[in-house]
T-cell receptor
């Protein structure tokens, strides 16, 4: 069974700092990996989708990488802002059209 | 393009009752998936519907069921509610094509069972 782990569980950084969130998964037979952001009590906002054949994707200050063979992905956030404070979730999609989620990293950016 | 909508946004029910949640996917999306989010278990997959057929199912008891209509709107039903069913229920829509699975989530329905 696919298991997804995210480290660290919580992270607090001063505004302006660059940071990296980590995601690992046990079964490398994935279609894609998706990073989401969730604000308290809200739904999920898709940030980046990386297909299994890709190595990275970029959107603005966000860059996500994927190393399928080692079962790892990282989300890099440049020049963090207080508005980036949220829980970040990674999820992998397997052959079936469902996602396996990690437990998330709760990020706090201190002004 | 309108996003995924879910109704109602909040519900309070009593143990033993049943509840129906609704999800309208993004126009053109044929797949709707349902997830349960709790503080203890995180996000767990319930089931997925594609073209009115349940295509995948997670590891939940038969009290949890769903259906999809011809316009791709989906409903989820939970019967004989238990306290442990209190959760945020999220639906996600996608094109449903294998390997092209970017999923877009709705705002969720917060269900409280008392």
């Amino acid at each position: 069974k696919q298991e997804v782990t995210q480290i660290p569980a919580a992270l607090s950084v001063p505004e302006g700092e660059n940071l990296v969130l980590n995601c690992s998964f046990t079964d490398s037979a994935i279609y894609n990996l998706q990073w989401f952001r969730q604000d308290p009590g809200k739904g999920l906002t898709s940030l980046l989708l990386i297909q299994s054949s890709q190595r990275e994707q970029t959107s603005g200050r966000l860059n996500a990488s994927l190393d399928k063979s080692s079962g790892r992905s990282t989300l890099y956030i440049a020049a963090s802002q207080p508005g980036d404070s949220a829980t970040y979730l990674c999820a992998v999609q397997t052959g079936a059209n469902n996602l396996f989620f990690g437990t998330g990293t709760r990020l706090t950016v201190i002004p | 393009k309108a996003g995924v909508t879910q109704t109602p946004r909040y519900l309070i029910k009593t143990r033993g009752q049943q509840v129906t949640l609704s999800c309208s996917p993004i126009s053109g999306h044929r797949s709707v998936s349902w997830y349960q989010q709790t503080p203890g278990q995180g996000l767990q997959f319930l089931f997925e519907y594609f073209s009115e057929t349940q295509r995948n199912k997670g590891n939940f008891p038969g009290r949890f069921s769903g259906r999809q209509f011809s316009n791709s709107r989906s409903e989820m039903n939970v019967s004989t509610l238990e306290l442990g069913d209190s959760a945020l229920y999220l639906c996600a829509s996608s094109l449903g094509v294998a390997g092209d699975g970017e999923q877009y989530f709705g705002p969720g329905t917060r269900l409280t069972v008392t």
